[in-house]
């Protein structure tokens, strides 16, 4: 692992203790600063680690998010990254997702009782701000090696520290509650829904996953602005399909978008 040192292992202010039942969290390793968690967590998968394996650290000096942006981690948020080893497809991957998606909304939900929605594809939203983002990374031969499922939210902290062009559109759990969280019951309530949801998805229930994210749903009947690798697609989000594209429709008709930056206009 890089940068594999003492300085990473000093304690955290985030303490063990995450069920024993569920798969995924069975070994946590929880470090002080890292660049990425989910960079740490490829490293240690590439070597064999096995499934289930979560890297959370304090800090990030260089997280990532989507679309090849930076990930804004300052102290007192929740930053963690799971391994996963399905036994499916590539294509199937992007499903993950989603399945992760709704897990954090329901974690949020039942733990914390937010009104946590969802914007495609990976936002989890509260009050129509971005309160945690979700980053799915796979890497595969003719089939699927692994899948490091990045998550970052916007837990024990105010977003002024968050650089500027971020505050408008991000909120923190902090501020929603007027408080600040165990968070490591808070991953420990998102493992569980992971556990869970990861299990049907494993065996096979992914119709499943996309009807339970169109029921978390804040982007479906809203009008949005969707950039694509290829071009600019405005209308309004009529559905998401069996893979997990969002279908708009346009004045020229629908249009299936399986990846871009995905703005709600109202
Ligand atoms: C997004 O762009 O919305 C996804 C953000 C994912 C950020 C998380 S924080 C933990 C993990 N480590 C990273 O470097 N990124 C993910």
């Avoid at 969290?25 to 890292?34: R, W």
């Avoid at 031969?141 to 650089?163: C, D, Q, T």
């Avoid at 071009?231 to 559905?239: C, L, N, T």
Wanted: charge should be positive; hydrophobic fraction near 40%.
């Amino acid at each position: 692992m890089q940068g594999r040192g003492k300085v990473f292992y000093r304690a955290c202010g985030i303490r063990p203790g995450v069920d024993r039942g569920t798969r995924l969290g069975a070994k946590l390793l929880m470090l002080d600063v890292l660049e990425s968690t989910s960079q740490t967590l490829r490293e240690l998968a590439q070597d064999g680690e096995p499934e289930g394996t979560v890297v959370v650290a304090e800090e990030q000096r260089a997280g990532h998010g989507r679309l090849g942006r930076g990930w804004a981690s300052p102290k007192g948020g929740l930053w963690f990254s799971v391994l996963l080893r399905p036994q499916v497809a590539p294509a199937d991957a992007q499903k993950l997702t989603l399945m992760a998606g709704v897990a954090v909304a329901l974690a949020l939900r039942k733990h914390l009782g937010l009104e946590a929605r969802l914007k495609w594809p990976n936002d989890v939203l509260v009050s129509g701000k971005k309160l945690c983002g979700i980053l799915a990374e796979s890497r595969s031969n003719e089939k699927l090696e692994y899948v490091i499922l990045g998550i970052g939210m916007n837990a024990n902290f105010l977003v002024s520290a968050l650089p500027e062009e971020l505050r408008q559109s991000a909120i923190t759990v902090r501020e929603v509650l007027r408080r600040t969280v165990d968070r490591l019951a808070l991953m420990r309530a998102i493992l569980n829904e992971l556990d869970a949801g990861y299990g049907a998805f494993c065996a096979g229930d992914k119709g499943e996953i996309v009807a339970r994210w169109k029921e978390l749903s804040e982007t479906l009947g809203r009008k949005v602005r969707v950039e694509t690798g290829t071009g600019i697609v405005e209308g309004v989000a009529e559905d998401v399909d069996a893979r997990g594209a969002l279908v708009v429709r346009t004045p020229d008709g629908a249009v299936t978008v399986d990846s871009g930056d995905c703005v709600h206009l109202r």
